[in-house]
C-alpha cells in the first residue's frame, strides 16, 4: 500500500527486490534503482489522480527525466523490503524538483535528486496541468518557484 502525500509529508511506496532486480551475488544492480525512483514518482502522481496513461491521452502531455543525479549509499539485495520516499522540493513553471530516497529499514542506499519536466507530442516544454499544480499545492507538496521553461545547457 502506497502513503498519500499530506501537507509537510512524503509519498512512500513499499516495495520488495526479486531475484530479476539482482546480479549474480544477489546485490541490486545500480541502474534498478532508477526504475525503482520512476515507480515511487509514478505512484506519487497516480494517487494525486494524474495517471502518466491519462495525463498523455486526454492533454498530450508527457514527463520525462531531464536531469538526475543519484548518490549510492549502500546495497539492496534480493528479498529486501524497500520503500520509495517521493517528496516536490520545487515546482516550477514546466518542471518538478524531486528529492526521492530508496530506503531499507529507515536507511537511506540511494538519495535521488531528479528533475522532471513537462512536454507536449512534439517534445517540446509546455506548463504544468493546473490541476496537477492545484494537486500538489493541496498535498503540500511546495514551495512553487516559476524558473523558465527552458534552460538552455552550455
Known sequence: MTGAT???MTHTMPMRVYYEDTDAAGIVYYANYLKFAERGRTEMMRELGFEHSR???EEGI???VRRLSADYRGAARLDDA???ETRVDAIGA?????DQQIRR???TLVA???LV???GRDSRPRRLPSGLRAALAAAGQLPVSSPPIVQKTP
Open 55 to 57: 495525463v498523455f491521452a
Open 94 to 98: 514546466a518542471t518538478l524538483e524531486l
Open 6 to 8: 499530506k501537507p509537510g
Open 82 to 84: 524497500l520503500t520509495v
Open 105 to 107: 529499514e529507515g536507511a
Open 62 to 64: 508527457a514527463f520525462i
Open 117 to 119: 519536466a513537462c512536454v
Open 112 to 114: 535521488l535528486n531528479v
